[in-house]
């Protein structure tokens, strides 16, 4: 089956510093999506992305379908951004039967 | 609109009991799903009904059953609840058709003695 990576693990920075989060898949996708898990334990969609490149706010996501990645970029940091950023694809191409990566746990410190 | 909801919030069960975990949502959304995530890991999808109607196996179906009530619910059950259930279940639906963007339920916090 698909496997999914991110990098790094983990990521400490100074509020105001940027930073970009990888994600690496095996096969090819029709859905990959960013979220976030706030310190709280809830989950936001950040970003719909299968290819191609969108932004929001100070945030931004690149995805490179045809090379199997996607990046996160997270710009002027703030300490509320802090948490665990996801990133999942479809396992099976029909968009729905998703397999999620491990996380990368992003600590801003003030 | 509440968006995704999901009760209980916490449930502690004994080896061998049941239970059932319910979702609702009120976005019209067609999919929806079931997640658990032990600590420190990415989430696993349990199963998923893609309509109404229709119910599939994700990564990790054993030890579970669904059923899709209608186009707003769908509920999670452990017949004979185990330790190794012990988890934190996520729910979340989305939309077919468009942008599968997936919305998530606030959780319920399972421990299994």
């Known amino acids: 089956g698909i496997q999914v990576e991110q990098s790094p693990p983990d990521l400490i920075l100074q509020e105001g510093a940027n930073s970009t989060l990888r994600c690496n898949f095996s096969?090819?996708?029709?859905?990959l999506q960013w979220f976030h898990q706030n310190p709280w334990g809830q989950l936001i969609n950040l970003f719909y992305i299968p290819s191609g490149t969108k932004q929001n706010g100070r945030l931004s996501a690149t995805t490179v379908a045809t090379e199997r990645y996607s990046l996160l970029y997270i710009s002027s940091s703030q300490t509320t951004d802090s948490g665990v950023y996801f990133c999942?694809?479809?396992?099976?191409?029909?968009?729905?039967?998703?397999?999620f990566g491990p996380g990368t746990r992003l600590s801003v410190l003030p | 609109n509440a968006g995704v909801t999901q009760t209980p919030k916490f449930q502690v069960l004994k080896t061998g009991q049941s239970m059932t975990l319910q979702c609702a949502q009120d976005?019209?959304?067609?999919?929806m799903y079931w997640y658990r995530q032990d600590p420190g890991m990415g989430l696993r999808l349990i199963y998923y009904?893609?309509?109404?109607?229709?119910?599939d196996k994700g990564e990790v179906p054993n030890g579970y059953n669904v059923s899709r009530l209608n186009k707003r619910e769908f509920s999670l059950r452990l017949e004979s609840a185990a330790p190794s259930q012990t988890s934190v279940y996520f729910c979340a639906s989305s939309r077919v058709g468009g942008p599968d963007t997936q919305y998530f339920g606030p959780g319920t916090r399972l421990t299994v003695l």
């Open positions: 999942a694809v479809d396992r099976d191409n029909y968009g729905q039967n998703f397999v």
């Open positions: 096969d090819s996708v029709n859905n």
């Open positions: 976005m019209n959304h067609n999919s």
């Open positions: 009904s893609a309509s109404e109607g229709t119910t």
